[in-house]
């Protein structure tokens, strides 16, 4: 069943969604609501299971990782299935792992150092669970745009790079611990994050400030339970018989409009882009879709898929990893 929220919910939704470290006076003053108002509503929307929690997510590539997609058509038990997504969340190289109906039925994100690395670890994962695999489609993640979360509130931001170029920074053991905090917990007080990392407020201050500004922390994060406030997941394939420059900044531009766009992803795949939506039905998203082969004559296919379920573990592995 649906839950209702009224305006001001759903700006405190946007809000969070977008910076989930905004102090509640930057939200009372952008809200115009009083600080003990918007406590109130986020204590409210966190009892009504509408806020799930607070995610940190961080970029992968700026510690040298590159960024890889599997998509699968499985076959099986349920219990298999099980078995093989519990098996792919222990592991320390997923970012991300979803459960889809359409063109697939898991979709997982590695991160890995290098193409035989990654061919070595993929090799490893799937021929261990081949009988369950009738299909596989692998592509390498040029870069996602994230947007934000329009359907709470209509203002256009610039999008968020998330995955970038690999670059060769680095951390030390202060920062994987503030990383492993800020993993569980985005809205963590100073102090207490000082406190569990045995360090200082100024220490954990300054070192986030260096993991903001280089790029390593891309994102805080509000763990928003959409499915319950009646928002579906489709994700949509889109193959182009030339994806120029052209159409990329075109695309860009509508995604930057359109309320339903929350993520574009450039790739090195059978497909060129992948656009992630929030809509209310398949009808939705397919008009969605017919409005871009309007746009793109060149959209020659499209493939789509609608999420049932997603697991994000943005900092776990490279925290325990490094």
């Avoid at 108002?37 to 409210?44: E, G, K, L, P, S």
């Avoid at 510690?63 to 058509?73: E, F």
């Amino acid at each position: 069943m649906d839950v209702e929220i009224d305006r001001i919910d759903r700006r405190i939704l946007y809000e969070l969604d977008w910076n989930a470290r905004q102090a509640d006076t930057d939200l009372a003053r952008k809200i115009k609501r009083s600080r003990e108002t918007i406590r109130y509503r986020i204590m409210q929307l966190e009892k009504k299971k509408i806020i799930l929690g607070y995610a940190t997510w961080i970029n992968p590539a700026k510690l040298g990782y590159s960024i890889y997609k599997i998509y699968m058509k499985m076959r099986g038990t349920e219990e298999e299935i099980k078995t093989f997504m519990d098996d792919i969340k222990k592991r320390d190289d997923v970012y991300w792992v979803g459960t889809a109906g359409g063109a697939w039925d898991i979709g997982i994100t590695f991160f890995s150092k290098n193409s035989t690395d990654f061919f070595d670890r993929k090799n490893e994962l799937l021929s261990k669970y081949s009988h369950l695999i009738l299909q596989k489609f692998v592509g390498i993640i040029s870069q996602t745009f994230r947007y934000p979360e329009k359907i709470f509130y209509k203002y256009e931001k610039e999008p968020q790079k998330i995955f970038t170029q690999p670059d060769n920074m680095k951390i030390d053991e202060i920062d994987r611990r503030i990383l492993a905090e800020l993993f569980h917990n985005a809205r963590i007080k100073l102090v207490d994050l000082a406190s569990k990392t045995k360090t200082s407020v100024d220490i954990v201050r300054g070192r986030m400030k260096r993991l903001e500004r280089n790029g390593i922390i891309c994102t805080y994060k509000a763990r928003i339970n959409f499915e319950g406030l009646g928002w579906d997941f489709y994700k949509a394939f889109l193959y182009f018989d030339l994806f120029s420059k052209y159409d990329e900044k075109k695309l860009f531009e509508i995604a930057k409009m359109n309320p339903n766009i929350v993520r574009i992803i450039t790739i090195v795949a059978p497909w060129d882009v992948e656009v992630e939506m929030r809509v209310r039905n398949f009808q939705e998203f397919d008009s969605i879709i017919k409005k871009l082969k309007v746009e793109f004559p060149g959209l020659r296919n499209v493939e789509s898929a609608t999420l049932s379920k997603a697991i994000i573990l943005p900092a776990k592995g490279i925290v325990e990893s490094l």
